[in-house]
Every structure is written in C-alpha cells, then in structure tokens.
C-alpha cells in the first residue's frame, strides 16, 4: 500500500492522495462484504458508512460497483422473491421498501409474482392442513397476501374438490 500510493516519504497527505487511499480501503471493504454474500445497493452503503464513515467516498464506491455490475438490486429482489416463495405481496413489498430498492424495480418484481398467488395460497392452505378456518386465513394473511387472493383460493380449492 505504501509503494502504491508512494507514502515512504510523505510526512502529510495532499487531499488527492487521502481521497485516494480512503477509496480503495472502502473499495477493499466492499469487495471482502460482497465475496459473502449479495447486498442491495442502499444495503452495503449503509454498513459502508457505518464501519468507515466517508459518505461522499462510500458513494462514490457503491456508484462504481453499480456500474461494473457487481450490484444489481434487481437481481438481488428476484432471487429474494423466489427465495422467500411464500410471502405475499405486501409483504415482500414491505421488506424491499424497508432495504431501499426503487419502487420501479419493486413493482416490476411483484408483477411477475402476482400470477403465481393464488397457486401460493392453495399451497399454504393445504400445508396448514385440519386448522380451523380463522386460523388458516390469519396465518396468509401475516404472510402479506391479499384477503381477496384468499378468497379466490379457497373458492378453487372447493370448486377442485367437487
């Protein structure tokens, strides 16, 4: 690091060279975040700050990523939307609000989800098995699915069993 950014004889840092050296330590620090695991954009920038500080910088970096495509919210939302199958979509609109992921990327996502719904009620219903019927409901519905989804459920599941 010293030869890289010719520290030997320095005795003070020109604001270039701090600039500098800031970045690829928080460049570095996203790198060994991003080798664990996947983050959203607002995510990573967020511990960024927290462990280092330096917003302007951290932006910077996050902007970087984004454009090298190391940072993709969108692929990131899709992978946690089939991950986490039996949320609804209020929910899984809630907790991507919650992680900063643009409304457009959200609403995009949740519209390929919206067909497969009914069939994730159905699913539910049957795994919830002889619970009484209140019950049932309730549990989906903390799931974040739409009552009126319910509904139309349980009406197909009867209409199958006739």
Request: hydrophobic content about 35%; aromatic content about 14%.
């Amino acid at each position: 690091m010293f030869s890289k950014f010719d520290l030997k004889d320095k005795t003070e840092l020109d604001n270039e060279t701090f600039y500098s050296l800031i970045y690829f330590r928080i460049k570095l620090s996203a790198y060994n975040m991003l080798a664990k695991r996947d983050y959203f954009k607002k995510e990573l920038k967020n511990k960024l700050i927290e462990k280092i500080g330096f917003t302007d910088i951290v932006e910077d970096v996050v902007e970087d990523f984004e454009e090298k495509g190391y940072l993709d919210d969108y692929d990131k939302a899709k992978s946690y939307a089939k991950q986490h199958s039996n949320y609804g979509a209020k929910k899984l609109s809630f907790i991507f609000y919650q992680m900063g992921v643009d409304r457009e990327i959200v609403s995009e996502i949740l519209e390929d989800e919206k067909d497969n719904q009914i069939e994730k009620i159905k699913q539910l219903w049957i795994k919830l098995g002889n619970k009484e019927y209140k019950k049932k409901v309730e549990s989906i519905l903390r799931k974040g699915f739409l009552y009126g989804d319910i509904k139309k459920a349980i009406s197909s599941l009867e209409e199958e069993e006739e």
